[in-house]
């Protein structure tokens, strides 16, 4: 079982007991402190199915279902700083979608330019972007209108999760 929070303007992805390294906290080091904002928690069982499920922290009721957004294993998710956008990366469909993390709508769309089977997706720290890449290109979105901006060319996508 695993957990990913936002603390100090960055997500992680954690396990019960784990010793992480985080920024922009008011303790004193070794100081054991409470992170209680839980983005999402999965259990680390892989799903050929591409269903992606959300659950509210506070009741434990599921909030949403996504039925098969994509025809495989979902790779990776992350969520938009401020958790309205859901993003989901999947290696096989060579693919990202963004949903909206209230309704379930899907607001983007995309797949790699090339055969690639390594792409990876993050949003921006500031939430005004959404990029995706694959082992050719990285593409930018502006997250407010959801239109195509720039890029540029690149030789592997690998830690666009992690924008900086």
């Not at 294993?73 to 999947?90: E, H, I, K, Q």
């Not at 993050?122 to 082992?135: E, N, V």
């Not at 959801?146 to 924008?163: M, N, Q, T």
């Amino acid at each position: 079982m695993y957990a990913v929070i936002k603390t100090g303007g960055k997500q992680y992805k954690v396990a019960a007991g784990e010793k992480i390294k985080v920024e922009q906290i008011a303790a004193d080091v070794g100081q054991e402190i409470t992170i209680d904002q839980a983005l999402a928690v999965g259990s680390g069982e892989p799903s050929r199915s591409g269903e992606i499920k959300l659950f509210s922290l506070a009741t434990g009721e599921q909030t949403l279902a996504l039925k098969e957004p994509h025809s495989d294993t979902v790779n990776a998710l992350a969520f938009s700083p401020d958790g309205r956008f859901l993003a989901s990366v999947v290696g096989p469909d060579r693919s990202a979608q963004v949903f909206d993390a209230g309704t379930g709508a899907e607001v983007l769309k995309v797949k790699a330019g090339n055969a690639c089977n390594t792409v990876a997706g993050g949003f921006s720290p500031d939430g005004r972007t959404f990029a995706f890449g694959d082992g050719g290109r990285l593409r930018l979105w502006n997250t407010s209108t959801w239109k195509e901006g720039g890029g540029f060319p690149i030789a592997a996508p690998w830690g666009l999760a992690r924008l900086q």
